[in-house]
């Protein structure tokens, strides 16, 4: 059968330990097109997919020519997981691919219309542009002419329809997070230490950034790492899975987060650093829970915020400036004198945890914080967690609206708060309006926790804003929370509760209404996830 029959398609799968195989040209790339040094700025991270597609190009506008023996040795091992959904049509790419392929092969005779044969010659083909990439001077050849540039409009927003494992059919499992039909993006994961927990965030993780990186339209990521495994070095190898790479990660035991928590005040009302000075005086005494505070200390605070921005000229503050301000206000027999106040902003001072100033874009890059030796429900993670928060608040205030087109919406960035237990503990304003107000901006968030009973708080009614419940193994049902989460009662929520009872690592349990809607099923099903760390 002769190649005129090829067609590029969905169906082509992706080959075994690609990301190794190509990660010197990866390097080789990054190292060409970055400088040496970054004032207050990151070097570029090339995704995967470019480099494979770079790869695949270089390979087919190779004129050596191919054999029907050369594909019948092609002996690359293919995975279950096609490409990503942007792989062949970014620029219409498909087409060059086809036509090229037609071109090098076209005295070969193979089965062209077996997705497993175009896969192969396809990875085959990867693995030869690779190849003349590594050559001297191969590198340099290419970036003189890159058929990948060019602008892109709302078309090119990605689709983001997550596959995070299978049914038990075997029918893939996909979460649809930006077409027009849903709701909402946030989502909701409920796992006991040992259920799977950490693979499915970075499944999740891996699917979003593999289906956008290399698009007009990336979603980025803030992972908050408070068991340090995402940002231990022994698991490198996990970042490239998200299209990034060390620089990712931020150690705020090690240098302080290269960035400000305050907001500017400049050409802004008064009355807005008033309603903020208050909220935040709240914020530092809620994360420092169990601490005796006054109503005075209270006010006091509040007026040291704002004498301190009156001091800056509006412009964003320190906690050192807050500390120095709230002593002055002391009656000054008492200003040598540690309260409770004074001993949470300490704490904020000494362990020196933000920058005086932004050096990076949050919201335009990925970034991973590491939180592993700071004590979980201590009082400098919580503020780490807080005071990012609420800076991401203050970016999408700046934001206009996601773009969109008649089928997507644009997601601009993902927060994923592991552990996220020690943050609902407590009236957490800005985590509230990133939740209810951040998703009309594209900012949206994942919570993980190991109880499903952690997400029934009264500040907000996560159940309502969660477009995706994921129920892991756990150590404790509620009936209350499952009633709230599946609309269950009765032998079905008896059903469920075993159903729940019953998972294995790995396996969870989602809201799937749409059998139910029918009278024809359960309200929910079963899912096995990928595994991949």
């Known amino acids: ?208 950034r593999t289906a956008s990186s290399d698009t007009h339209y990336p979603v980025n990521f803030l992972l908050f790492d408070y068991k340090g495994e995402f940002s231990d070095p022994n698991n490198a190898l996990w970042l490239s899975l998200f299209d990034t790479d060390s620089s990712a990660i931020l150690n705020p035991m090690e240098r302080p987060l290269p960035f400000t928590p305050f907001k500017d005040f400049s050409d802004r009302p008064v009355n807005e650093l008033n309603l903020y000075s208050t909220t935040m005086a709240t914020a530092l005494l809620s994360i420092a829970s169990g601490a005796k505070v006054s109503a005075n200390m209270d006010n006091r605070l509040s007026t040291a915020i704002v004498n301190a921005y009156k001091a800056t000229h509006m412009k964003p503050i320190t906690f050192k400036m807050i500390f120095d301000h709230y002593n002055h206000l002391l009656p000054e027999k008492k200003q040598g004198d540690m309260d409770s106040v004074k001993s949470v902003l300490n704490q904020l001072v000494n362990n020196n945890i933000f920058a005086d100033e932004d050096k990076i874009d949050l919201l335009h890059t990925c970034n991973i914080i590491n939180l592993g030796r700071f004590e979980k429900d201590g009082i400098i993670a919580k503020a780490i967690v807080y005071f990012v928060i609420s800076k991401l608040n203050n970016i999408y205030e700046q934001l206009p609206v996601q773009a969109m087109n008649d089928e997507r919406v644009e997601i601009r960035h993902f927060t994923i708060i592991d552990e996220a237990h020690y943050m609902l503990s407590f009236e957490n304003k800005p985590l509230q309006n990133l939740i209810a107000v951040g998703r009309n901006k594209g900012m949206s968030i994942i919570l993980a926790t190991q109880n499903m009973a952690d997400f029934k708080v009264r500040s907000i009614d996560f159940y309502a804003n969660a477009q995706y419940p994921l129920i892991m193994r756990q150590q404790q049902q509620s009936d209350g929370v499952l009633r709230d989460l599946f609309g269950v009662s009765g032998s079905q929520l008896q059903d469920l509760k075993q159903a729940i009872t019953n998972l294995q690592k790995g396996e969870l349990i989602t809201r799937d209404n749409s059998l139910a809607e029918l009278g024809l099923g359960a309200s929910w099903k079963k899912i096995k996830v990928t595994h991949l760390i």
């Open 1 to 208: 059968m002769k190649v005129d029959n090829l067609v590029i398609n969905n169906t082509i799968k992706s080959f075994e330990g690609m990301n190794e195989m190509t990660a010197d040209v990866k390097q080789a790339l990054e190292q060409r097109i970055n400088l040496r040094e970054y004032p207050g700025d990151r070097p570029v991270v090339i995704s995967q997919s470019v480099v494979m597609r770079m790869c695949l190009l270089a390979g087919l506008a190779d004129k050596t020519p191919r054999t029907s023996e050369e594909v019948s040795n092609i002996s690359v091992q293919l995975t279950s997981s096609p490409y990503s959904s942007t792989f062949f049509t970014k620029q219409n790419i498909g087409q060059l691919v086809e036509a090229l392929m037609k071109m090098r092969y076209h005295d070969v005779d193979a089965d062209w219309k077996t997705p497993a044969v175009v896969s192969r010659v396809i990875a085959h083909e990867i693995l030869r542009g690779r190849d003349l990439l590594m050559k001297e001077g191969g590198i340099d050849d290419w970036l003189r002419f890159s058929p990948l540039k060019g602008g892109g409009g709302v078309n090119d927003i990605p689709v983001l329809n997550l596959c995070v494992g299978n049914y038990g059919d075997g029918m893939p499992a996909n979460l649809d997070i930006n077409s027009r039909a849903i709701a909402n993006t946030q989502i909701l994961v409920a796992g006991t230490t040992g259920s799977g927990k950490s693979n499915l965030l970075a499944v999740l993780l891996h699917e979003m």
